[in-house]
């Protein structure tokens, strides 16, 4: 049974930084890639970042590349999302997700097999 448990969220000001962290339990972690979605009120669920199992590789949405960055730590089983230069567009709730199949695009949703509950990012203006 795998577990995820995001932190971290919170209400910033416009330009303003978080730094999300999502916690795993299980004994998965270290061999799986990650991927980090959102969704705002109203909106399907969105890709935003990804990193595969070693923290080598990392991929990135056209909408948060150069101001997110994504990274983790396989010691904590943990994976982290750097926000900066936040604006109101990236309110939304975020969540982390553990890649399990691979028939598809690393930005599909369906790839992804297990999820946390997400944690809420408020930007204000």
């Known amino acids: 049974q795998v577990q995820l448990v995001e932190s971290g969220g919170g209400l910033v000001q416009s330009g303003g930084s978080l730094r999300l962290s999502c916690a795993a339990s299980?004994?998965?972690?270290?061999?799986?890639?990650m991927c980090w979605f959102r969704q705002a009120p109203g909106k399907e669920r969105e890709y935003v970042a990804a990193?595969?199992?070693?923290?080598?590789?990392?991929y990135y949405a056209d909408s948060v590349r150069g101001r997110f960055t994504v990274s983790r730590d396989n010691a904590k089983n943990t994976v982290y999302l750097q926000m900066t230069s936040l604006d109101v567009e990236d309110t939304a709730i975020y969540s982390c997700?553990?890649?399990?199949?691979?028939?598809?695009?690393?930005?599909?949703?369906?790839?992804?097999?297990?999820w946390g509950q997400g944690t809420q990012v408020t930007v204000s203006s």
């Open positions: 997700a553990v890649r399990r199949w691979y028939s598809g695009g690393r930005q599909e949703p369906r790839q992804y097999g297990y």
């Open positions: 299980g004994n998965i972690f270290s061999t799986h890639d």
């Open positions: 990193i595969d199992n070693t923290g080598g590789s990392k």
